[in-house]
């Protein structure tokens, strides 16, 4: 496996710097947390302590403490160079943020060189616990789902691959044997994200809504849906609130996200109906019951998958902070997409070989907002496996 290697070079810079923060690295899983962070330790050469919480029944604080204890033994006798220890999945504490921080200024107070690790692979309930108790205290790194570019040199993905199977290395071995790689997707990475990264972790009153509302925003991945139509379609007497905050945990698990109107106004953004978006079309595909060949051939669906595609490559870039991700309608005028990263705002639209809409809302949002850039993906416009092979803030700056 291929390592990710600007997020390494960034993790080790950090290790090798004195004493400073807590490295805390978040992402989805199966995107190659554990693996980067074992692979930046090796290098390192610090004496370390690894252990997970990602076990059947939830560990207590105290097992955060005897794992400190050890690694505090490492450290004091390796000197000024330190000792590291490495808690996976910590987010399985609970109230783990309180227990860190007690440890981590008891060793500022008495100078011990303990340097500090921390993955969770439920990037909202970890940023729960930093900002509640950690603040001033951390750094994060966090890594989204690999990118088209990353799986290309890592199993040799071609495009059509890449749209069809998505970003989880752990799935690429498995692409020659369908029924495998779907059960794969499935069971390892959706049933366990929604089980033990949201319901097992987070009070969720209406379970069976909350995996509906995900199979709803697989199925409608690039559409906008109000949150009424949304609770018609589930047949549920809920109510909108509940949907917005389920649709949060969704995305805080790294599975699927809702794209909020642009207005130009945070209050209106936040009363808009949601795009639905995967965060990596391997979960769109998952559920279709198709081959690549028969999807590739269903122009309707294929034309889904490329605009969730490209959806997926901006809204990891924007969970990793890189941009904000809108979309933006005036009754029969849209933007597919809005990018927007400090002053500067792109407009974007995505080619995909659906039927062309009646009107192009490229013009009308140009007119109302004045962005900096209107782009075009697909067609005449740039190259979909270029778009998707860079960072997406150089299509912003640029």
């Not at 600007?6 to 950090?14: G, H, K």
């Not at 040799?156 to 029924?179: D, K, M, N, S």
């Not at 499935?186 to 809504?209: F, G, N, Q, W, Y």
């Amino acid at each position: 496996m291929s390592f990710r290697r600007p997020q390494a070079a960034i993790l080790t810079e950090r290790l090798l710097e004195p004493r400073r923060h807590i490295q805390v690295v978040t992402g989805p899983r199966q995107v190659g947390k554990s693996t980067l962070v074992q692979h930046v330790v090796e290098a390192a050469g610090l004496p370390t302590r690894s252990a997970s919480a990602d076990e059947p029944t939830l560990r207590g604080m105290e097992w955060i403490e005897q794992q400190w204890q050890l690694a505090r033994v490492a450290a004091t006798g390796s000197g000024k160079a330190g000792g590291l220890l490495v808690l996976d999945e910590i987010q399985k504490i609970p109230r783990w943020s309180e227990s860190v921080k007690r440890l981590w200024d008891e060793d500022t107070r008495k100078r011990v060189p303990l340097k500090v690790v921390l993955l969770g692979s439920a990037p909202l309930l970890v940023a729960r616990g930093l900002t509640e108790s950690l603040a001033g205290r951390f750094e994060t790194l966090p890594l989204g789902h690999w990118s088209f570019a990353e799986m290309r040199e890592a199993f040799g993905f071609t495009l059509e691959q890449y749209i069809f199977f998505g970003g989880y290395p752990g799935a690429a071995p498995l692409v020659r044997q369908p029924q495998r790689w779907t059960r794969y997707i499935v069971d390892s990475l959706i049933e366990t994200s929604i089980s033990r990264d949201v319901l097992l972790l987070t009070r969720v009153d209406k379970p069976a809504l909350l995996r509906r509302l995900f199979d709803l925003a697989c199925r409608y991945s690039g559409q906008s849906l109000s949150y009424t139509k949304m609770l018609g379609q589930l047949h549920d007497a809920g109510n909108a609130t509940t949907l917005a905050h389920y649709l949060e945990l969704l995305a805080g698990a790294g599975l699927v996200t809702g794209l909020q109107k642009y207005a130009g106004d945070v209050a209106r953004m936040r009363g808009s109906s949601p795009k639905l978006q995967v965060l990596n079309t391997a979960l769109l595909t998952a559920s279709s019951g198709m081959s690549l060949t028969e999807a590739r051939a269903d122009h309707e669906f294929w034309g889904r998958l490329v605009e969730s595609a490209v959806g997926a490559h901006m809204a990891n870039a924007a969970s990793a902070g890189e941009c904000e991700l809108y979309y933006w309608r005036d009754r029969t005028l849209e933007v597919d997409f809005v990018l927007k990263a400090g002053r500067k705002l792109a407009s974007l639209e995505v080619k995909s070989g659906r039927a062309p809409q009646a009107h192009s809302g490229t013009a009308a949002f140009a007119s109302a907002f004045k962005p900096q850039r209107s782009l075009l993906v697909g067609g005449d416009g740039i190259d979909l496996g270029d778009f998707l092979s860079q960072p997406v803030s150089s299509w912003i700056s640029s």
